[in-house]
Each structure stands twice: as C-alpha cells, then as structure tokens.
C-alpha cells in the first residue's frame, strides 16, 4: 500500500520561504499527476500545485509566481517550493495524486506564516 509522508513545515515570518517535501512509499508520481493541497482552518482543502506525469504545472491563481512543483520518480518524491510566504498561506499541506485517492491521505505539515 503506498503511503504519503510530508515534511518541511514550520513557522515562518511573512516574505520568508520553505520547502515542502512528499515521500512516497512506491512510484506513483512517475505514472500520475501529483498535487500539493492545503487546509486552512474552517476551510475546505484546495488544491493548490499540479504537475503531470509529463511535467506540466498549473497553479492555483493566490499562489502563481510564489509557489514552485517539482518531482524526482528517482527518489519518488514530489516538492513545493514556496517563496514570499503571505499569512493567508497558513494551512496545513498535503500531497496526493490529481485527483486524489482517499487512502493516500497523510497526515500532512503545518505551514504557519507569522510575525
């Protein structure tokens, strides 16, 4: 069964960066569209970075231009690069394939921007 295991959240000021990583126990991202989502609290997740098998990317509209997918089947990971950090940011960030697969789900990493 494969599973999902993100890392690299944390606590943030407002214009700062972090790295997101997802570890993935088998090679789903080489043969699926992998995704980055988000959970703010008493919101729904969204999802907010797509890249395809073939690597296309898209981008929801709030994070274009700050936020940067990427993969490497080498290591079956998938990444988010997330620069210029807004408070609205603040959720918390999972990986999953596009569209998600419920039994994929991890338990995610907290993003908080903050002064």
């Known amino acids: 069964q494969v599973r999902l295991v993100e890392s690299g959240g944390g606590l943030v000021q407002p214009g700062g960066s972090l790295r997101l990583s997802c570890a993935a126990s088998?090679?789903?991202?080489?043969?699926?569209?992998m995704g980055w989502y988000r959970q703010a609290p008493g919101k729904q997740r969204e999802l907010v970075a797509r890249i395809t098998s073939g690597g296309s990317t898209n981008y929801a509209d709030g994070v274009k231009g700050r936020f940067t997918i990427s993969r490497d089947n080498a290591k079956n990971t998938g990444y988010l690069q997330m620069n210029s950090l807004k408070p609205e940011d603040t959720a918390v960030y999972y990986c999953?394939?596009?569209?998600?697969?419920?039994?994929?789900w991890g338990q995610g990493t907290q993003v908080t921007v903050s002064s």
């Open positions: 088998g090679s789903i991202f080489s043969i699926n569209a």
């Open positions: 999953n394939t596009v569209p998600p697969s419920w039994n994929y």
